[in-house]
C-alpha cells in the first residue's frame, strides 16, 4: 500500500514538473520573439519603435500597393495609405518618437520625394514640403535597406554608401 | 513650413533633430564641397567642419545635441570620425583599419556611445565598432559573419544583424548586446533571413525576417 502511494506521488510530482515544463514560454534567458503582420499583408517590413514599444512600417497588399502600418505596444495594428504617393520605399512610416508622431517620405507621380508627412493622433495625413525634401537619416535608411536586399543579390561590393559625403 | 539652406547653400540635407529643437545636416558649397551645419531652434545657423578637414558628412545628432559624422582630413587624405558637441567642441578619431565606405549608417546615443560598420581600407574588410565615450573602440562579437548594427538605445544596448554565407546563400540572423556585452543572437520562427530594424530605449527590437516562401513579416523582440 505504502508502495502504492509512493507511486502515486511520484505519479504527481511527474506530472506537476510536465505542467511546469510546458508552462514555460521558452527556454529560460531567451528573448521571446513577437511575430506580426497588417492583415492582407503580403509582405511586411518594421522601420522603428519607439519607447512605449509602438512599432511603425510598410507593408504590401494584396493588390501590390505598398501601405503604412502602426502596431501599439499591445498588439493593436492601425493600417493607412499613402496618399498622393506613387512609390514608398519605407513609406510616410518610417520613424515614430516617442509622443507617436510618425514621420517618413514618399515619392509622387512625378517622382519627386514628397518629403515627411507627419502624422498625428487624428491619423490623419497633413502635407509638411511643398517641394521635395528628403531626410539624409531616410537616405541613410534607404541606402542600408538597398544594401540589405543587394546582399541577397549578392552585390554588395558595388553599392556602398561613400564616407563623405 | 521653414525651409533651411545655409548661406551658399547648393543642396541642403537634414540628418536628424535634437529633442531641443537643434537641426544638424549636411549642405554642399557651389564648389560641391560638403560642410555640417546645426541650425538652432531661434533659426541660427551655424556651419562647421572638424579642425583640418572637408568634405563633412552629417550622419547623426543625439539628444544631447551632439553631432556625428564623417569628414576627410587634408592632411592625411583619410576619411575620419568627428563629433561635434553642442557646445562646438571637436573629437575625432580614425576607425581601424580606417574608413573607406560606410556598410551601414553610424549612430550614437545619449551616452555619446557610436557604433556601425564599415569597409575599411586594409584589404577592403568589412568591420563593425563600438566606441565608447570615453573613446575606446571594440568590435561586436558575434559567431562570425558581417555584422551590421541598427540600433543602439541610451543603455547601451545594441540591436543588429549578422550574415554569413552557407554555399552561396546569404544567411542572416538577428542580435542583441547588451551593454556589459552580453550577445544573444535570434531567428523568428521560420526565418530564414532576419533583418533588424530599431532598438528602443527599453531594449525591444524591431525588424522584418523572409521565410522559405520568400514572404517577410514583422517582429518584435522583447528583451528577456
Known sequence: MKAIARLVRMTDLFLILAAIFYALPGQAGQPAIIVFDPPGSTGTNPNDINPAGDVVGSYTDANHVARGFLRTADGAIVTFAYPNCIGAQFGPATFINPAGVITGNCVDAGFASRGFVPMGPSRQWTPWAQRAQQSLASIRRAWSRDLTMMRILSLTASCALPAAL | MTTIDPVSSTGTTVAGIDPGGVIAGTYNDSNSVSHGFVRAANGTITTFDPPGGSFTGVLAINTNGTVLGTYVDNASGNSQVFLRAAGGAFTTFELPGGLAFLFSPFLINARGEVTGSYFSNTEFALVNFLRTAKGTITTITVPGGFVTPSG????????????????????????????NGTVTTFDPPGSTFTNTASINSGGRLTGDYIDANFASHGFVLANH
Open chain 2, 152 to 179: 543602439i538605445n541610451d543603455s547601451g544596448a545594441i540591436g543588429g544583424d549578422f550574415c554569413t554565407f552557407v554555399g552561396f546563400n546569404e544567411v542572416c540572423h538577428g542580435f542583441l548586446q547588451t551593454a
